[in-house]
């Protein structure tokens, strides 16, 4: 029998599902809010999870998409609520629910759902990773609004700066969903006018240009000119440049043609505070294509490798970030990766340091509590002004405060502004 943590506010709801299904067999955990919940799930991954929309602290939707960042989903999650409505089910269900039940729920649809869920292979159904699930971070929210923006106006794009899980993040967001998808790389014979027209409405991935053949390269060439006959997306990485590329024999039309609409990723050294996530997810990503065993990063690990310098000659760092996430995946004896494993691999590494905070802070602890919060929060928001440049959209965004709310409180601490938020500000 199964494992089944329930997760809602209503203590009555808890304590009749658990009545139902404890009959049934199954053993039953419950959870009142999303922070219990998160507890359960760390204590035990259930066999599955019955979680409601609509709750106090962090509502089902939010913490769903959680879990789904995190690589934590890796178990069918069957949403509930007595407000439900065919757009939140179709949301819950894209992110990566497996069923949505509206209440008041029948005995019978619930023990239906619950049989049909736990027949579920969760891990081999559910959508592919896409920048989706990241879209919350500033890196990857902007990364998928260029993404999207260009494929509107061509179908063929290519990715430079980067080849394995963040191009195939790239090509899973903008593949249509339930779309065929076809990987060049794996295509062993010619491609046929027969597997175009199979593939028609969907993409045509390249892993990286570097690793095709001169047959597979034929076929992309093949493909480029039919992509707008079938209504298909051809998305390609590349490791190498177009010169590099030119002295390994590739037709010199083929390298024009695919190079003409690109896109560049961004560089990791610019995005630091958000690598911890990006890691975790790349691993969590790696051990779900069994490229390495079951891991796990300590928080000691990930600050080491969060301040490690990721541009070599002007490269973005994607690349080498991959290869180091699975070296240290395939050389820690522990399941746990800790900071002894980063250092082991990069010695060098021990040398460096957090960046210390302005030293202004250091008087903190000798003021009032009301005087050190304003220090510290013109501190704070003097640095996310530098850090993005001055856009106080994205400012307001990653403080988690409205804008209006931002401008007042910018007023309020004496920080200065642009001129063009400044007069934002007046209108405020």
């Known amino acids: 029998m199964a494992d089944i943590l329930i997760v809602d506010d209503e203590e009555g709801i808890r304590d009749l599902f658990t009545e139902i299904l404890a009959e049934e067999g199954h053993t039953i955990r419950k959870a009142e809010n999303a922070a219990v919940a998160r507890a359960e799930r760390k204590a035990r991954v259930p066999d599955l999870v019955l979680l409601d929309i609509w709750m106090p602290d962090t509502d089902g939707v939010s913490l769903l998409k959680e879990w789904v960042a995190n690589g934590q989903l890796t178990m069918p999650v069957v949403m509930m609520s007595g407000h439900g409505t065919i757009d939140t089910a179709v949301e819950a269900t894209r992110i990566g629910a497996v069923d949505f039940l509206e ?36 890196l990857f929210r902007d990364l998928k609004r260029r993404l999207e923006q260009t494929a509107v106006k061509s179908s063929i794009l290519l990715l430079k700066g980067g080849v394995g899980v ?82 390994r024999g590739w037709d010199a039309h083929t390298l024009a043609r695919i190079g003409e609409v690109w896109l560049d990723l961004p560089r990791l050294a610019q995005h630091a505070d958000e690598l911890p996530e990006v890691i975790s997810l790349f691993l969590t990503l790696m051990i779900e294509r069994d490229e390495v065993p079951l891991r796990r990063f300590s928080s000691a690990a ?127």
Not at 106 to 123: E, G, M, N, P, R
Not at 410 to 425: C, H, I, N
Request: proline share 4%; aromatic share 6%.
């Open 166 to 247: 963040i191009a195939e993040l790239c090509a899973h967001t903008l593949q249509r969903p339930h779309a065929p998808w076809l990987d060049l790389v794996t295509c062993t014979e010619p491609l046929t006018q027969e597997k175009l027209q199979k593939t028609a409405g969907g993409l045509i991935y390249v892993s990286d240009l570097a690793l095709l053949s001169k047959m597979q390269q034929m076929s992309l060439a093949f493909a480029m000119e039919r992509v707008g006959r079938y209504n298909i997306l051809l998305v390609a990485a590349s490791s190498l440049s177009a010169q590099a590329l030119s002295t």
């Open 103 to 138: 209440k008041p729920v029948s005995l019978q649809k619930l023990l239906a759902t619950v049989k049909k869920a736990l027949k579920y292979d969760h891990i081999g159904q559910r959508p592919p990773a896409t920048l989706e699930s990241l879209a919350h971070a500033p």
């Open 302 to 428: 990930l600050n080491l490798l969060r301040v490690r310098e990721w541009t070599v000659n002007g490269e973005t760092g994607w690349n080498e970030l991959q290869a180091l996430i699975r070296n240290l995946a395939l050389n820690a004896l522990e399941e746990e990766i800790s900071e002894t494993d980063v250092l082991r691999l990069l010695p060098g590494q021990k040398n460096r340091r957090l960046p210390m905070a302005p030293e202004g802070l250091l008087t903190l602890f000798g003021q009032p509590l009301r005087e050190a919060r304003d220090t510290f929060e013109k501190y704070y928001f003097e640095h996310l002004i530098q850090m993005e440049g001055g856009n106080m959209t994205r400012v307001a965004e990653r403080s988690g405060l409205e804008r209006t709310h931002v401008y007042r409180k910018l007023k309020q601490l004496g920080v200065a502004v642009g001129r063009r938020s400044e007069e934002t500000a007046r209108q405020s």
